[in-house]
């Protein structure tokens, strides 16, 4: 007997994901956190605010259980101010899970996009196998595990009477790279970045975050060093991260570039790049005694020369920059196109909703180009 069967959708209400109260509220908490540069008094009166405004909690689970499961769960714990008062504070454990948050909400729209293939790790050419294993890793091609050695591991952990096999038990065996990536990534911090009300700052802290947790996790050999540039740069770690705030200050670009390229010359790779998240004009240079001299109205030829010369010193030791302009006035376009030109690297016009998708893409790219 045949059975016509008909296609067609059907509707159905929709059913929000099964989330504990805890995980509701955390993906705030740590959205907040980062807003607030990890301060956390500020960012759990903003959840109170957002509480009694959509009723994020209820009797059954409240705002003070949470704080409490914070507590519990190592993501904040008490301290002792300088001034003797007490109070709390986030953990390591909270800055590692802002970063993954970050990574999830940018990674998450380039998988949905379907551009770039950033599932599988691409073995690059003349990749050696040592012959030892390693533990699987986010990003390892399901090629790369070793199935003898893993099964092994599960007959262990888990006995044969009921076999089971769990990410804990996968082996991959390792290679060799040949070349790695270098990459510095500069972030603007100066006081443009917060101008007109809107912030510029919480979205580049986003990015950085979710760079350093992609390289970490994914690319392990790679190095990535970030620097922040504003009258002067200086390096910060990628636990610090989340503490970033712009400053009272103009935007020193050759600065930045200069501590860059110091950073890129004591690595062994060959394979070297800076990405440059920037929103205004350069308008500060330091002189060589140490002076300042700085003009906030337009583009002034002497700092922008300043500028050039350093873009043609990286081309000449082959160190792409790649300009991430997350402003979009005429003129900014005229000094960037100029930028790109003598150095030969590439730049992105972009708002902040696609600053971290661009990038990733970059990077992949560039791996793929660079990494032979």
């Not at 980062?34 to 956390?40: C, E, F, I, N």
């Not at 800055?95 to 599932?119: D, M, P, V």
């Not at 262990?156 to 009921?162: L, R, V």
């Not at 030791?317 to 900014?332: E, G, Q, R, S």
């Amino acid at each position: 007997m045949e059975i016509n069967k008909r296609k067609g959708f059907i509707f159905r209400s929709y059913q929000a994901p099964d989330v504990s109260p805890f995980d509701k509220l955390f993906e705030i908490f740590t959205e907040l956190i980062t807003h607030t540069s990890g301060d956390l008094d500020e960012a759990l009166d903003w959840l109170r605010q957002l509480d009694e405004e959509y009723k994020l909690t209820d009797e059954n689970y409240t705002l003070d259980d949470f704080i409490e499961d914070l507590k519990k769960k190592g993501y904040i714990k008490d301290e002792t101010r300088e001034d003797g008062s007490g109070g709390l504070r986030i953990t390591a454990k909270t800055e590692r899970s802002i970063r993954q948050q970050a990574l999830n909400q940018i990674f998450g729209n380039l998988k949905k996009s379907g551009a770039g293939n950033h599932r599988t790790k691409q073995s690059g050419v003349g990749d050696e196998h040592t012959g030892e294993f390693r533990e699987y890793r986010f990003g390892d091609g399901l090629d790369k595990i070793a199935l003898t050695e893993s099964l092994k591991n599960a007959q262990i952990n888990h006995g044969t009477g009921d076999f089971r096999l769990t990410e804990d038990d996968l082996v991959v065996e390792d290679s060799q790279h040949k070349a790695q990536m270098s990459t510095v990534l500069m972030i603007d911090i100066s006081h443009s970045m917060i101008l007109y009300g809107e912030d510029r700052i919480t979205p580049a802290k986003k990015v950085a975050m979710a760079l350093a947790e992609l390289i970490t996790t994914r690319y392990p050999k790679d190095t990535l060093d970030i620097l922040v540039f504003g009258n002067d740069a200086w390096p910060v770690s990628i636990k610090d991260l989340p503490y970033l705030q712009v400053g009272p200050y103009h935007t020193n670009t050759v600065a930045g570039l200069q501590l860059a390229m110091d950073i890129l010359r004591r690595k062994r790779n060959t394979n070297k790049q800076i990405f440059m998240i920037t929103d205004g004009k350069p308008s500060c240079i330091r002189e060589q005694d140490g002076t300042y001299y700085m003009n906030s109205f337009g583009l002034d030829d002497y700092i922008v020369e300043k500028c050039y010369a350093m873009a043609r010193q990286a081309r000449k030791v082959h160190i792409p920059i790649t300009t991430f302009m997350i402003a979009n006035d005429p003129y900014l376009r005229q000094f960037v196109n100029h930028f790109t030109e003598a150095n030969q690297g590439k730049a992105f016009y972009t708002g902040l909703k696609g600053l971290g998708e661009m990038i990733f893409e970059d990077y992949e790219t560039n791996r793929k180009k660079r990494i032979k």
